[in-house]
Every structure is written in C-alpha cells, then in structure tokens.
C-alpha cells in the first residue's frame, strides 16, 4: 500500500503537500554535512528512498563537490525525481530497495540520509541495519525531526490550527472516522510512527552508533492554503499513508460529513489557513 501510494501521488502532488522551500532543505542538509566533517571529509552521500527528490534538489546544489546517489524502489517515484533534476545535474538515480544488503556496496556513504523511510517500512531495523553497513566508519546516517501543523492534524491532533474553520473541519472529520479518528490510531504507521522514532536511535546506540539531535539547526517554515485546499489535495485523494490505512466505507462517511460541512459555510472554503513547520536534523555517526 505505501508503495502505491507514492506512485499515485505523481511527484508535484507529493512536493505540495509535503512541503519543503528549497532553502530550507539546502540549510538543513548543510548542517547536517557540516556536523559530519570534522571528523570525516564528506565527498559522497546516498538519499535512501529518496521520492520525487525533495532533498536531491538542494543536494544536486553541491555537485562537484559531493557525489550524489538518490535510491527508490519505485521507478514511476524516479521517474519523477530525474525530471526534477534533468539532465547533467551530477545525481545519480538508482532502482533498489533499501532491505537488500546488496543494493549499496559496504562503506560506500560519508552520509546516509533517510527521511522519511522508516515510517514506510515494517522492515525499518534491516533498513537501518543496511544504512550502517553502507555508511563509512567516521560517516553517519542522517534523518530530519520534521513536525507541522498538517502533519500533527492528519494524525489526529489539530489542537493548533489557529483558525475556526479549518479546526471544525478536522473535528467533524475526526468524529465521522469514529473509533478511527483517535490520535493512538490515527499516527499508526506500517513502520514507525512519528513518536516512536526514539526506537530508531536507540536501535542505532546500541549497534555502535552515537546520536545528535541538531536542535540548535531548527528550521522554521509556513505557508498559507486554505480549507479548500485541505479537502481537496489532502483529505480527497488520502495523500498520508495513515489515511489510506482506514477502510473504505468509513472514510466515505467522514468525506460525506466534511462535504456536507463545506456547503453550510460556502464563504469560509477560501479563508486563510497559515501552515507552520519546524526541522532540524538528527545526526547518527558510525564509531565502529
Ligand atoms: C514518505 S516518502 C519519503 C521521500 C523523501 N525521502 C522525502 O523526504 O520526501 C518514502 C519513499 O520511500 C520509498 N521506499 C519505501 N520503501 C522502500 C524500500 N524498501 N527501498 C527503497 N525505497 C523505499 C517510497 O517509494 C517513497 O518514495
């Protein structure tokens, strides 16, 4: 399921509704490559399940320097991602699945960047078990902490939304899931969710990693959509693992009950909803 799910979702729509300026991705990618270099010249990096190349764009802007390999099991998410960067950008794309040992030569990567990938994969302790393997001695895995407000409201927490109707959408979504709205529920993942990520650094001390939380490279973002916006391109086409997860007929009934809602308040679908989003990068370096 998760893989359909990127291949549907045809990379601009991914790059909508997970969204990440340009510059904020080249700050936090470069903060990541500055944590690593004082004890490790960083000239090659892999992006493991790397989409439509949300970090490959700001990556490519280190060609020359860095040698630059996105992998995905997904050819159509390739597809999408070698667009992206046309031709001659530097960044080689490779078809491979993260839980084969063989898809990376050992030692191969100064820095393994993952983001995003353990939530998709029931799998996640071989991913991370491969990542350190294909990562040099001295070189680290890398992930972002990522919260914001859209990705707090699809697991079904929109305490924050700081706008009245944008908040009675989610709630009357909420209720028509029923049992399925509960937040436990809701932030499932088939990997893990969002707040069990502390199992992934735990996994990686113990396995001979130490791990950094870059808090002080957070990076803070927003930008403006509408509740329109959030029926349309979120909630419509289930553009979250999460959502896809819930069966069919109850998710037709919350679609019917926020429609019905959209139609009492015609003038509210185009009001303003500020989306805010914070990052900073979580930094694992191999010891041994
Ligand atoms: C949630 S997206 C994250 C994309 C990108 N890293 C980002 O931050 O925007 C997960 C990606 O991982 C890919 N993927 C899932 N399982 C994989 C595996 N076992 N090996 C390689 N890619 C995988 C999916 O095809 C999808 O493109």
Redesign the pocket.
């Known amino acids: 399921m998760?893989?359909d799910l990127?291949?549907d979702l045809a990379g601009s729509h991914?790059?909508d509704t997970?969204y990440?300026p340009l510059t904020v991705g080249a700050r936090l990618v470069g903060s990541a490559c500055r944590a690593v270099s004082p004890t490790l010249s960083v000239r090659s990096v892999c992006?493991?399940?790397?989409?439509?190349?949300?970090?490959l764009l700001p990556l490519r802007d280190f060609t020359g320097r860095l040698s630059v390999v996105g992998?995905?099991?997904?050819d159509a998410?390739l597809g999408f991602a070698s667009r992206q960067l046309r031709s001659g950008s530097g960044v080689r794309l490779l078809a491979?699945?993260?839980?084969r040992r063989t898809?990376l030569a050992a030692e191969s990567c100064d820095i393994t960047?993952?983001?995003?990938?353990l939530?998709?994969?029931a799998?996640w302790e071989s991913?991370l078990g491969n990542s350190l393997a294909w990562t040099r001695v001295g070189g680290a895995i890398v992930w972002?902490h990522?919260t914001g407000s859209l990705y707090d409201a699809i697991d079904g927490r929109a305490a924050d939304f700081g706008c009245e109707a944008a908040q009675e959408l989610w709630e009357t979504f909420y209720s028509a899931l029923g049992d399925w709205g509960e937040p436990e529920r809701l932030s499932s993942r088939d990997g893990l969710a969002f707040r069990e990520f502390d199992l992934a650094s735990h996994w990686l001390c113990h396995e001979g990693a130490e791990v950094e939380r870059l808090m002080a490279a957070s990076v803070t973002w927003s930008r403006s959509v509408t509740p329109r916006w959030i029926v349309d391109r979120v909630l419509l086409p289930r553009v979250f693992?999460n959502l896809r997860r819930v069966p069919a007929k109850t998710y037709g009934r919350a679609m019917r009950a926020v429609t019905s809602l959209l139609e009492r308040w015609p003038n509210s679908v185009d009001c303003r909803v500020q989306l805010h989003y914070r990052a900073f990068p979580v930094v694992a370096r191999r010891l041994r």
Do not use: K, Q
């Open positions: 998760a893989c990127f291949e991914y790059l997970r990440l992006d493991l399940g790397c989409g439509p190349g949300r970090l992998i995905d099991r997904s998410v491979g699945d993260c839980r898809t960047f993952m983001h995003w990938l939530n998709v994969c799998e991913v972002f990522e693992s």
